[in-house]
């Protein structure tokens, strides 16, 4: 099996150095060239990709078939709307240059608004989305065999949710946490390969949504972390996403179901 990774960040090497394991060859694009070179040395053909400024092919030769594309290209809050809007469209323009059987685009549960409610995939009546991840979202929808998942706040390896908390005031320790672990992201990944879906979106969250203060005080005693100088009340909206959708439809049962063990 042929696979196209467009943006090979921390998730989508871990998933690339999974498939190269088991045989598949595997294409991955990046900005950085110290990326590029380590990739390269792990078996990926790697090239660099800005789609910031372009959507043309690498100059090298490069396959016109794949059987799979990852693209985990971010829709940052930090870009301009017309910056996103530059660079998903040329990201689709560099797609329509090639063939593929099944795309999945990584975006975010950032997508949904910070309000006390539980969200859906199937139900977006009134929903204030966010503008930049909803425009990467519909851009790349626009192609065909194309699929989103919109990923949970992402922990493992060495993403430890105290780690960002040690020794500082932590206003959130009352809000929900929305997280899946790599472990689980991987995986979920993979099956999108081969299994049919339903429908076109989907969230990656674990099923299992403690507080966040209760996540901080776990994850520093098992990992050794320095806790929080204080709790404090802050932002407090019970914000739940919930990812049910994909966990029935694809039968899973999570590695890490519950945060409170990442």
Known sequence: MRILILGCGWLAESFAMDMKHQGHEVWASTTQYEKYHRLKTDGIFSFIADFDNSGTLPDM????????????????QKNSLSGLKMRFSNISRFLETIQWTKQLFLSSIGIYPDKDAVYHELNADGIEFSEKLLLAEQLM????????YRLGGLFGKNRIFAKYFANRICTTGEQFA??????DAVRLITLAI???FSHRIYNVVAPIHPKKKEVILASAQKYGFDLPIKFEKGDSFQKVVSGSLLQKELDYHYIRPDPLDF
């Open 194 to 196: 081969r299994r049919d």
């Open 61 to 76: 030769l490069f396959p016109n078939k794949f059987d799979f594309v990852l693209n985990s290209i971010p829709a940052s």
């Open 141 to 148: 929808l626009q192609l065909p065999h194309t699929f989103v």
């Open 178 to 183: 929305n997280f899946v672990h790599s472990d």
